[in-house]
């Protein structure tokens, strides 16, 4: 916004992740997922101070709570379910909306419950935009991973008979998300992108939105020391940051492992995720399908001794991780923008991903990474044995982190998003 325009605006964000003071004042511990989204928020701050910022979250409370926090101010909205909205989520929301009076209200992904509930909410027709973080219609048709209908139908626990979270329905599960998304994208005029794909999906949902391309902004530590360096890393190791579903990929992984244990038998998979191979009763008690899946995969391929599974992780520990890993795989059967891929490339870590959705906006194979197909798991194992053979990474590690610098400044992030908003607001 340029000077004439520095007058006082409201901005009312809708985030599924509470931020580190909210936090703090509730007795949370903060979530090690998304800590992009509060340092979005700090950087939009500090490029534009005129702005005064309200965030409604979901909670999994039973009451409407608000908050005023180091000049944010925040909305809990009892929320029961994630993919369906209720009347009381509504009513929330409205009350958040005639409390605060936004004069822009900015959704952070189109896929949950709360994004569609402020749509229906906002009555008084105040201008809306969204942030697309995953597309739930585009994700649903690879959301099993490709795992066979044998393998979802052994591979069942007592979580899934009680959280439904059957393998079985993993598709299945992306459809109330999908239909969320879809009113949100027919009931919004203004969409905030990143990739090449998530414009043509929202685009074939919604041809009469205005699309506003914009980079992220990652979680504050990565733009710090140290980067990664070969002669400091754990030779001849790999990390995968998400283990939890089966769209994650994790289980080509498993199978790449013992090709790759032939030239490199002292290979290691480091996962972050669930505490897969845990004797523990309580992580047991959680294991859903495909954690039992990929504890079996482990043991048929007799990979015990050459996987750490290290459950959820800090961001500190999350870049620790990073920093130690010869190679980074992110092997996913869909992504958008991964902020994982991007961390590693800011960080220098070798990035090996599997082609598809957004990745190949943010990859150029073989200069700011290496690409593979998702179901080639054979070819994976040759990048990364190839990758092990490498003691020079300097101009994969320099290029990578030269195009993650760009994409990812914070404050040419922040002056982008202060464009979208004042022409959404003075059209």
Same mark, same amino acid.
């Given at each position: 916004?340029?000077?004439?325009d520095?007058?006082?605006?409201?901005?009312?964000w809708?985030?599924?992740?509470?931020?580190?003071p909210?936090?703090k004042?509730?007795g949370e511990?903060a979530?090690?997922?998304?800590?992009?989204?509060y340092?979005?928020?700090k950087?939009?701050?500090?490029?534009?101070p005129e702005?005064q910022?309200g965030?409604?979250?979901y909670?999994?409370?039973?009451?409407?709570e608000?908050y005023?926090?180091?000049?944010?101010?925040?909305?809990?909205?009892?929320?029961?379910?994630?993919?369906r909205?209720?009347?009381?989520?509504i009513?929330?929301c409205?009350?958040?909306?005639?409390d605060f009076?936004?004069?822009?209200?900015?959704?952070h992904?189109?896929?949950h419950?709360l994004?569609?509930?402020?749509?229906v909410?906002n009555?008084s027709?105040?201008?809306?935009?969204?942030?697309i973080?995953?597309?739930?219609?585009a994700?649903m048709r690879y959301?099993d991973?490709g795992?066979?209908?044998?393998?979802?139908?052994t591979n069942?626990?007592?979580?899934?008979?009680?959280r439904?979270?059957?393998?079985l329905n993993?598709k299945r599960s992306?459809?109330h998300?999908?239909?969320?998304?879809?009113?949100?994208l027919?009931?919004?005029t203004?969409i905030?992108?990143?990739?090449?794909?998530d414009?043509d999906?929202?685009?074939t949902?919604?041809?009469q939105?205005r699309?506003?391309?914009m980079?992220?902004?990652?979680?504050?530590s990565?733009?710090?020391?140290p980067?990664w360096?070969?002669?400091?890393c754990?030779k001849h190791?790999?990390?995968v940051?998400?283990?939890g579903?089966?769209?994650?990929?994790a289980?080509?992984?498993?199978?790449?492992?013992?090709?790759?244990?032939?030239?490199?038998?002292d290979?290691?998979?480091y996962f972050?995720?669930?505490s897969?191979?845990?004797d523990?009763?309580?992580?047991i008690?959680r /294991?859903?399908?495909y954690h039992? #899946?990929?504890?079996r995969?482990v043991?048929?391929l007799? +990979?015990? &001794?050459h996987?750490r =599974?290290?459950g959820?992780?800090?961001?500190?520990q999350?870049?620790q991780?990073?920093?130690?890993?010869?190679v980074?795989?992110?092997p996913?059967a869909?992504e958008?923008?991964?902020n994982?891929?991007?961390?590693?490339?800011?960080l220098?870590?070798?990035?090996?991903?599997s082609?598809c959705?957004?990745t190949?906006?943010l990859l150029?194979?073989?200069q700011?990474?290496? /690409?593979?197909r998702?179901e080639e #798991?054979?070819?994976?194992a040759?990048i990364?044995?190839? +990758?092990? &053979?490498?003691?020079? =990474?300097i101009h994969?590690s320099?290029?990578?982190m030269?195009?993650?610098r760009n994409r990812?400044n914070?404050?040419?992030?922040?002056?982008?998003?202060?464009?979208?908003?004042?022409?959404i607001?003075?059209l």
């Amino acid at each position: 916004m340029g000077e004439t325009d520095r007058k006082s605006v409201k901005v009312l964000w809708v985030s599924l992740v509470k931020f580190p003071p909210l936090c703090k004042c509730l007795g949370e511990q903060a979530p090690a997922h998304c800590g992009w989204m509060y340092s979005s928020a700090k950087a939009m701050l500090k490029e534009m101070p005129e702005v005064q910022l309200g965030v409604i979250v979901y909670s999994y409370g039973k009451r409407y709570e608000r908050y005023e926090i180091e000049g944010v101010t925040y909305y809990l909205i009892p929320t029961k379910r994630i993919d369906r909205t209720s009347k009381k989520q509504i009513a929330a929301c409205k009350k958040a909306i005639v409390d605060f009076q936004p004069d822009l209200i900015h959704i952070h992904g189109t896929e949950h419950s709360l994004a569609k509930a402020v749509c229906v909410a906002n009555v008084s027709n105040i201008r809306m935009v969204a942030n697309i973080q995953g597309l739930a219609g585009a994700i649903m048709r690879y959301a099993d991973g490709g795992l066979s209908l044998w393998d979802k139908w052994t591979n069942i626990t007592l979580f899934d008979f009680y959280r439904g979270t059957f393998l079985l329905n993993a598709k299945r599960s992306f459809k109330h998300r999908a239909e969320c998304e879809n009113y949100v994208l027919t009931h919004i005029t203004d969409i905030v992108g990143r990739t090449q794909w998530d414009h043509d999906h929202v685009m074939t949902v919604n041809p009469q939105l205005r699309y506003h391309f914009m980079n992220e902004t990652l979680r504050d530590s990565f733009y710090e020391e140290p980067q990664w360096d070969y002669t400091r890393c754990k030779k001849h190791t790999i990390f995968v940051s998400n283990s939890g579903s089966a769209l994650k990929g994790a289980h080509q992984v498993l199978k790449a492992l013992p090709i790759i244990l032939r030239q490199y038998p002292d290979a290691v998979v480091y996962f972050c995720g669930s505490s897969v191979m845990s004797d523990n009763l309580k992580d047991i008690l959680r /294991f859903q399908g495909y954690h039992l #899946y990929l504890q079996r995969l482990v043991k048929r391929l007799h +990979l015990q &001794e050459h996987v750490r =599974f290290l459950g959820s992780l800090s961001e500190a520990q999350m870049k620790q991780q990073f920093l130690d890993a010869n190679v980074y795989v992110l092997p996913s059967a869909i992504e958008n923008s991964p902020n994982s891929l991007c961390e590693a490339q800011i960080l220098g870590t070798p990035v090996v991903a599997s082609y598809c959705g957004g990745t190949p906006t943010l990859l150029t194979d073989g200069q700011t990474g290496y /690409f593979y197909r998702y179901e080639e #798991y054979e070819m994976l194992a040759q990048i990364v044995m190839r +990758l092990f &053979e490498q003691d020079d =990474f300097i101009h994969l590690s320099s290029a990578e982190m030269e195009v993650a610098r760009n994409r990812h400044n914070r404050e040419q992030n922040a002056c982008r998003l202060a464009e979208i908003y004042h022409h959404i607001m003075h059209l």
